[in-house]
């Protein structure tokens, strides 16, 4: 189990910081935004949790496979490495950290925005000084359900880079194979490993609750 706990904690730790440069932006302009290009991000980004996993882990191969801009034009090759599983997992755990991070920045007082503009603060330092902080409890919330739900990927995971002993094989898909080979003892810890965490993951969101309330 050891082997497979840290593929996922490396590819958890890849698509939690991918999670965080994307989800960041993105949640504070759908939070403004008025218009068609916004519903568009909104319904790009919010799709994958509507998405059969192996939908979603074709569209993936097709962005990531070999006659894609990213090879073609970039040279870079992500399907079957521990990058290509980051980003499967990334594709997953992003819509839930934009949902909850445009809750958060939706609900700053423009007021408060407004009068640290007046003061001469910069779009930069608003955003920083003003609006993050007051939204941390809700951009943290969204950061931890990304990392929870980029922890259980299996499909689309599966599909974009297998599972290779050491770089793919993350828990969900070592327990995937543990209950294939009949292995029972290892199939259990795993699942305890996974079922302890969404419950330390539960009773975190509970706390950021409360301290947003």
Known sequence: ???PLLVSLRVVGMALGAIALLGVPIALYLAKARGVFGQVLELVVLIPMFLPPTVLGYF????LGSGSPLVEW????LLFTTAGAAVAATAVGLPLMV???RAAFAGVDPRLESVARTLGASEWRVFVDVTLP???RGVAAGLLLGAARATGEFGATLMVAGSIPGRTRTLPIALYDAIQLGDG???L???LALTGWSVAALLLLRRFERGRR
């Not at 993936?60 to 962005?63: I, K, P, Q, T």
């Not at 970039?74 to 090759?77: A, N, P, Q, R, T």
């Open 1 to 3: 189990m050891t082997e």
């Open 185 to 187: 003892d290892v199939a």
């Open 134 to 136: 007051l939204a941390r």
């Open 74 to 77: 970039l040279g870079i090759e």
């Open 189 to 191: 810890s795993i699942v």
């Open 99 to 101: 949902m909850s991070s």
């Open 60 to 63: 993936l191969l097709v962005a």
